[in-house]
């Protein structure tokens, strides 16, 4: 299946603070999408991504679907307590879903 | 609104026993349908994915097996478990536009 590199692995940051994080491959993708899973339940789609060059917000989240269709990345700003989880960029081709390694996210109160 | 079931939310097997996940999807017609696992450490695993009824797609060569017996109906199945087979499995559907939408997973200890 299609590799996709997601950086970085985890992130400890203050509440407060803003967050980035970025999502590579080799391949080209129709759609770029990120996720947020929290512990023992499913992934919770965040942002969805559809042209080359767009950038999408939903709240204090910004997504862009970079310009060669071939990374995205997405900004966490103001952080708070709740954004923990980990995070997932998945890039859609055909009927198929690949999906990131996933980012780690602690916030400190 | 389209809802996903998937069932049950953990389930502990032994080693060389049948497995048997369900989901289900409510609120749309002909969705494509995925099944993923995820191993300790994150990444997600496409399985099997099924674009209809009786259509079943196959990522990797493994000890499982799926089908599509209904149009929102997918079953992840194994005749005989391995310790392999422990994981997280997450089903989810999809419809032209290219968003997939997850259930809550099942955990499979494998003993």
């Known amino acids: 299946g299609q590799q996709l590199n997601q950086s970085p692995q985890s992130m400890f940051i203050q509440e407060g603070e803003d967050v980035s994080m970025n999502c590579t491959s080799s391949?080209?993708?129709?759609?770029w999408l990120w996720y947020k899973q929290d512990p023992g339940e499913g992934p919770v789609l965040l942002i969805a991504?559809?042209?080359?060059?767009e950038l999408t917000s939903n709240g204090r989240l910004t997504a862009q679907f970079g310009i060669t269709r071939k990374d995205s990345f997405l900004n966490i700003s103001a952080s708070i307590p709740s954004d923990v989880g980990i995070y997932f960029c998945?890039?859609?081709?055909?009927?198929?879903?690949?999906f990131g390694t996933g980012t780690s996210l602690t916030v400190i109160p | 609104s389209q809802t996903i079931h998937q069932w049950p939310a953990t389930l502990v097997q032994p080693v060389g026993s049948p497995l048997s996940l369900e989901c289900t999807v409510e609120?749309?017609?002909?969705?494509?349908l995925y099944w993923y696992r995820q191993a300790a450490g994150r990444g997600l695993q496409l399985l099997f994915y099924s674009v209809g009824i009786g259509q079943i797609s196959s990522e990797v060569p493994q000890n499982l097996s799926a089908s599509r017996p209904q149009d929102r109906q997918f079953i992840l199945s194994s005749k005989k478990l391995l310790l392999s087979d422990s994981g997280f499995y997450l089903c989810a559907w999809s419809l032209d536009v290219a968003e997939a939408f997850f259930g809550q997973g099942t955990r499979l200890t494998v003993v």
């Open positions: 991504l559809y042209k080359a060059g």
């Open positions: 391949s080209i993708f129709n759609t």
């Open positions: 998945a890039g859609h081709t055909g009927n198929q879903f690949y």
């Open positions: 609120g749309t017609s002909n969705p494509n």
